[in-house]
């Protein structure tokens, strides 16, 4: 069975500091890994991951993939109290030569950023 | 355009109602999506549609009918539904065929979704 487990399932930190979100998985045919942040509605797209040890970066977050331990960090600096969501870790499978792809969540982890 | 359009937003019905929810991209992609969120959980995937066919059913009741009458455009369509089915529904799309070795940029971009209530 497909998984995809994220750490910690919550988070309450100050204005400031930095995060870590860790997400781990196991899957058939892995393809590539996807960050999204949810607020109120639909995720919105952080990052997609398909090679390991390069890091990507959007201003105050940055994210790396390790393909041989299997897991993914999301990092955030200087936290402000518009980052608080639930950022979800998303693995997308590729199911044959076909074309279409599975994307399997996981749980998410709940950021609050307090001031 | 870049973006994913689902109406409702907001959808209240009873359980001998029918209703649909539409969901609409004019991005070319060629994958689409409907994913079933409830609260404080992740989305999960209920229908895949590839080039306008039905690809993956993840084992959803007959009650939710999905339809792609085009590209751009996919519909739910929604019949005596269960109070349990009351759920953020979410639609998204992507760039479908990716030969090997090609990497794409872009993971999935998902419309607002609509807040389904069955009463």
């Known amino acids: 069975e497909d998984k995809v487990v994220q750490s910690p399932l919550s988070l309450v930190v100050h204005e400031g500091d930095t995060v870590t979100l860790n997400c781990s998985y196991e899957v058939t045919n892995f393809r590539s890994l996807l960050w999204y942040k949810q607020e109120k509605k639909a995720p919105t797209f952080l990052f997609m991951l398909t090679s390991s040890g390069i890091e990507k970066k959007s201003g105050r977050l940055s994210s790396i993939l390790d393909k041989k331990e299997l897991f993914s960090i999301l990092n955030i600096t200087a936290t402000q109290t518009g980052d608080s969501a639930v950022y979800l870790c998303a693995v997308e499978m590729g199911l044959g030569s076909g074309g279409y792809q599975k994307v399997t969540f996981g749980i998410g982890t709940k950021l609050q950023v307090i001031p | 355009d870049t973006e994913v359009t689902q109406t409702p937003k907001h959808l209240v019905m009873g359980m001998t109602n029918k209703k649909s929810l539409k969901c609409e991209q004019h991005?070319?992609?060629?994958?689409m999506y409907w994913y079933k969120q409830k609260a404080k959980k992740p989305p999960e995937l209920m229908f895949v549609y590839s080039y306008e066919k039905l690809s993956i059913n993840e084992s959803v009741p007959s009650r939710f009918s999905p339809e792609c009458p085009n590209s751009s455009l996919l519909n739910l369509h929604l019949h005596a539904l269960q109070p349990e089915d009351s759920a953020l529904y979410l639609c998204?799309?992507?760039?479908?065929?990716?030969?090997?070795?090609?990497?794409?940029?872009?993971?999935?971009?998902f419309g607002s979704g609509t807040r389904l209530t069955v009463v």
């Open positions: 998204a799309s992507s760039q479908d065929f990716r030969p090997p070795g090609t990497r794409s940029r872009d993971g999935y971009t």
């Open positions: 991005m070319g992609h060629r994958a």
